[in-house]
Structures are given as C-alpha cells and as structure tokens.
Nanobody, 121 residues
Framework: QVQLVESGGGLVQAGGSLRLSCSAD????????MGWFRQHPGKAREFVAR????????YYADSVKGRFAISSDHAENTIYLQMNSLKPEDTAVYSC??????????????WGRGTQVSVSS
C-alpha cells in the first residue's frame, strides 16, 4: 500500500499563493502518474493537475491553467502544486493521488487524506 501525505494548505487572501507538497513512501516505483484533485464543500471531487512519471508531461483542469503548476522531485518521492493568483472559488480540500496505470480512468488507486486550502475575498 502506497502512503501519500499532503502538506502546505492554509488560509490566503485572493491573489495570493500557496505551495502544496505530497510526499510518498518509497513504494512509489510503480506509480506512473501522480496528481492533485480537489473537493469543494458539498460537491464531487474534481481533477486539478497531473504529472506523468515517464516523460514529465503535465495536464491541468481548465479552471487552473496558467495559475497552477505541478512538478515532481523523483529523488524525494514528492510532488508539488504551486498555486498562484488564488481565487475564492479555489477554496477546497486538495488531495494528492497516484496510480500505477499510465492513463488511469475512473478512481485512482492511491490517495492522501487531503489538505484544506481556503482563499478569502
């Protein structure tokens, strides 16, 4: 079982920045993709960003393109989500996820517990 632990959430004013981190234990050798999802209160979880281990290619939800950036440090088994120009609608619980499939569909296999991001107007 792969364990993922998020950190870096908090409260920030609109227009501000936060950087989330997701640390994985060393059993990540079989994870082909890692990424971030978020869940707004009372709503379904939604995809935010993804990074592929094989080539470093990244993918973003339209709502965060140009503002968020996902990156990885394979040596540290860590991925990051740099969030800039934050908006109140970015307020959500952000969860890290990983999957051994190269192109996962449906629910990803491994999940962190999530970290709260709150953006005040």
């Amino acid at each position: 079982q792969v364990q993922l632990v998020e950190s870096g959430g908090g409260l920030v004013q609109a227009g501000g920045s936060l950087r989330l981190s997701c640390s994985a234990d060393r059993r990540t050798f079989n994870l082909q993709v890692m990424g971030w999802f978020r869940q707004h209160p009372g709503k379904a979880r939604e995809f935010v960003a993804r990074i592929d281990k094989s080539d470093g290619k990244t993918y973003y939800a339209d709502s965060v393109k140009g503002r968020f950036a996902i990156s990885s440090d394979h040596a540290e088994n860590t991925i990051y989500l740099q969030m800039n120009s934050l908006k109140p609608e970015d307020t959500a619980v952000y969860s890290c996820a990983g999957d051994p499939r190269a192109a996962p569909t449906g629910l990803w296999r491994y999940w962190g517990r999530g970290t709260q991001v709150s953006v005040s107007s």
